[in-house]
Each structure stands twice: as structure tokens, then as C-alpha cells.
């Protein structure tokens, strides 16, 4: 059973479920809220790295394509979730990594 995140609201799911979600969705944007430093040292397969604290970070995410579901994950979970409820207000479909990175069991890849 295929489960799908509405617009506008935030899911917060354990790392086992956010990799079989994504896994699952052929049309998921898996998104880093991570600085670039800390992208660079490692980050998720395929992800896409867009810094949370830039200042350029809602409008940037204005840009993106709201038909999509963001899987989205920090170092921990905190800044994730923040990103979640500024993309969540502008209408996307989010799932943040409860945990982040650090609760991630699955590869990782730097630059």
C-alpha cells in the first residue's frame, strides 16, 4: 500500500520508512537542507543539497515543482524540519528524515 504525503503538511518518519517511501516513489526529490560543507562530506545518493540558513533558501525553493514529494533531511532532524514547515506552508508535500543523516543506515556519498 502505497502511501502518499498531501500538500501543504509534514510527515515525520523513522529512517527504515523514509527509504522504502522513497524508494517506492519514481517521482521523489530526495533534498539535503545541509550546509554545502557538510553536503560535501557526505550526503544521501542523489541527493540535491539547498542550504537551509542561505538566505536564498525560500526563494529557491518557490522554484521548485510542487506535483513532487520532498523527502528532506538535515545532520539530525532539527533544521530538516524547520525546512519542512516553510515548504509545507508554500504547498509541497514534505517528509522529513526524523533523525537526519545521523539516523541513516543506507550508503552515504561525498564529494
Not at 81 to 98: E, I, K, S
Request: with cysteine; hydrophobic share 40%.
Amino acid at each position: 500500500m502505497e502511501t502518499k504525503t498531501q500538500p501543504g503538511h509534514v510527515e515525520n518518519v523513522a529512517a527504515a520508512e523514509f527509504q522504502s517511501r522513497l524508494a517506492e516513489d519514481s517521482a521523489a526529490f530526495l533534498l539535503d537542507v545541509r550546509t554545502p560543507a557538510e553536503f560535501n562530506a557526505g550526503h544521501l545518493p542523489n541527493a540535491i543539497n539547498l542550504d537551509v540558513l542561505d538566505d536564498c533558501f525560500n526563494t529557491a525553493v518557490s522554484d521548485l515543482d510542487k506535483t513532487k514529494t520532498y523527502f528532506v533531511y538535515c545532520r539530525s532532524g532539527g533544521r530538516s524540519g524547520q525546512a519542512c514547515l516553510c515548504m509545507a506552508d508554500q504547498g509541497f508535500a514534505v517528509v522529513n528524515l526524523r533523525g537526519g543523516i545521523n539516523s541513516w543506515t543506507g550508503e552515504i556519498v561525498s564529494v
